[in-house]
């Protein structure tokens, strides 16, 4: 079983559409996050959620959103794409305040 | 707030040699240290952490890393180099007041030539 699941694994869309990742996690963590990767290969940290905070990154445009139905969920909700957010998408969960944080596989997105 | 810088974005040992990927870190509260490893087109492995106690912590794979306060660093090592190590490693920290949100340094692609 897959600790940490994203779908899909690869997205290529065009610019100006609304596309959802998804992401679950099957190990009973309270908190989730979003992290973006550049092409460079830079990680950054967009969104940490749990079930009573979402501490948003600020430089992260709103045009990012993050929704989680249920504590095992967090999926990211991406309106009016734009060529700059083509990059891979991780989502990662821990236990709040725990010290590891597990990652998904990732989803590539690439806006054309 | 919190930054890691990453010495060098490419380093290439032989197989065999020792591996040394350099990592410091700057942070206005006592940190908690990761290294993670990125395969390609994977997501990201926790190698080791430092949160308290013992400064070397060891890792899976064979690496380990010390915690320094002085040189504010947190290098990882490994005395000899596999051919399954190249790779993508990732330092980062967090504070050890604010859950785990991570602060990733640029990441050092390790090659291992035969």
């Known amino acids: 079983d897959t600790a940490v699941s994203q779908t899909p694994k690869y997205l290529v869309t065009q610019m100006g559409n609304d596309k959802s990742i998804k992401c679950e996690q099957n190990?009973?963590?309270?908190?989730m996050y979003w992290y973006k990767q550049d092409s460079k290969k830079f990680l950054k940290i967009m969104f940490s959620?749990?079930?009573?905070?979402?501490?948003i990154n600020e430089t992260v445009p709103n045009r990012f959103s993050p929704k989680s139905p249920d504590k095992a969920h967090l999926n990211l909700h991406i309106n009016s794409l734009e060529l700059g957010d083509s990059a891979v998408y991780f989502c990662?969960?821990?236990?709040?305040?725990?010290?590891?944080?597990?990652f998904g596989q990732g989803t590539r997105l690439t806006v054309v | 707030a919190q930054s890691v810088t990453q010495l060098g974005s490419h380093v290439s040992v032989s197989e065999g040699a020792l591996v040394l990927l350099r990592c410091n870190y700057s942070s206005s509260v006592p940190p908690y240290l990761f290294w993670y490893v990125q395969y390609p087109n994977q997501g990201l492995q926790l190698l080791l952490k430092?949160?308290?106690?013992?400064?070397l912590v060891k890792g899976i794979n064979g690496f380990e890393a010390e915690f320094k306060k002085s040189e504010t660093s947190f290098h990882l090592t490994k005395p000899s180099a596999h051919m399954s190590d190249a790779a993508e490693y990732f330092c980062?920290?967090?504070?050890?007041?604010?859950?785990?949100?991570?602060?990733f340094g640029g990441g050092t692609r390790l090659m291992v030539k035969p």
């Open positions: 190990l009973g963590h309270d908190t």
């Open positions: 959620y749990n079930n009573k905070e979402l501490i």
């Open positions: 990662a969960s821990s236990q709040f305040k725990s010290t590891e944080a597990f």
């Open positions: 430092y949160t308290t106690g013992a400064t």
């Open positions: 980062a920290v967090t504070p050890n007041n604010a859950g785990n949100m991570l602060t």
